[in-house]
C-alpha cells in the first residue's frame, strides 16, 4: 500500500469517464496481499483467469456480493471523507484485487 492515501475526494477530482486509472488506484489502495488471497480462494483462480470481461462482470455480481475480504474498513472510511461505506466499495476493491492478481 502506498505511504499517502489517496482519497475519494482526489478520485473524483481526477476521474473523467474516458480515464479509469483513478478509479483502479483509489481501489487498489485497499487491495492488500490479504484481500487479494482472500478474493482468488471465494471466486476461484480458474474462474478470475478465465474472465474475458475487462469489468469481471462474466463472474455473477451475486458471487461479487457475498465475499467478506478483510478490508481495512478504518482506512476506508478516512479515505471516504468518513462518509459511510457502501456494498459498491467492498465489491470493487474486490474486482480490483482480482484484477491485480490476473496481471
Not at 28 to 45: D, K, L, N, S
Not at 60 to 68: G, Q, V
Not at 79 to 102: H, M, T
Amino acid at each position: 500500500m502506498q505511504d499517502t492515501l489517496y482519497t475519494r475526494k482526489q478520485y473524483m477530482e481526477d476521474y473523467s469517464g474516458d480515464n479509469s486509472e483513478p478509479f483502479h488506484r483509489y481501489y487498489a489502495q485497499f487491495a492488500t496481499p490479504e484481500v487479494i488471497e482472500y478474493v482468488v480462494r471465494a471466486i476461484g483462480a480458474d474462474k478470475i483467469l478465465a474472465s474475458t470481461d475487462e469489468h469481471l462482470n462474466d463472474i455473477p455480481l451475486r458471487r461479487w456480493d457475498a465475499l467478506t475480504p478483510p478490508i481495512n474498513w478504518q482506512l476506508l472510511r478516512e479515505a471516504n471523507g468518513n462518509a459511510g461505506v457502501s456494498l459498491s466499495d467492498k465489491v470493487c476493491i474486490a474486482k480490483e484485487a482480482a484484477r491485480i492478481f490476473k496481471a
